[in-house]
């Protein structure tokens, strides 16, 4: 009954921010990864950050890295994505994907994931 929901999504203009939320609930692992993703349309899918359990393991996509910072809030079983310095190219439907694992994960692009979101619309327009 794992759920895993992305909010926060919506119409900005360039260079304006947003942060995305990615809650989880019927899951709390010890050993974890939070993937966020992005699909805009005619496009493969793209990794764009990942956190996980192991408390320095991060990454960042080279197209983010600089603006985007992904952080956690393990009270809440939630993982943030506060994006910034927006661009028109962000624009695409930005999914949230959990997984679970028998020991720390380093974050990076083979990581790979058990659970994903419905997505949620980051639009990105003068």
């Known amino acids: 009954q794992v759920q895993v929901v992305e909010s926060g999504g919506g119409l900005v203009q360039p260079g304006g921010s947003l942060r995305l939320s990615c809650a989880a609930s019927?899951?709390?692992?010890?050993?974890?990864?939070i993937g966020w993703f992005r699909q805009a349309p005619g496009k493969e899918r793209e990794g764009v950050s990942c956190?996980?359990?192991?408390?320095?393991?991060?990454y960042y996509a080279d197209s983010v890295k600089g603006r985007f910072t992904i952080s956690r809030d393990n009270a809440k079983n939630t993982v943030y994505l506060q994006m910034n310095s927006l661009k028109p190219e962000d624009t695409a439907v930005y999914y949230c994907a959990a997984g679970v694992y028998l020991d720390d994960v380093v974050c990076g692009p083979e990581v790979e994931y058990d659970y994903w979101g419905q997505g949620t619309q980051v639009t990105v327009s003068s």
């Open positions: 956190i996980s359990s192991d408390d320095s393991s991060t």
């Open positions: 019927g899951f709390t692992p010890i050993y974890y990864a």
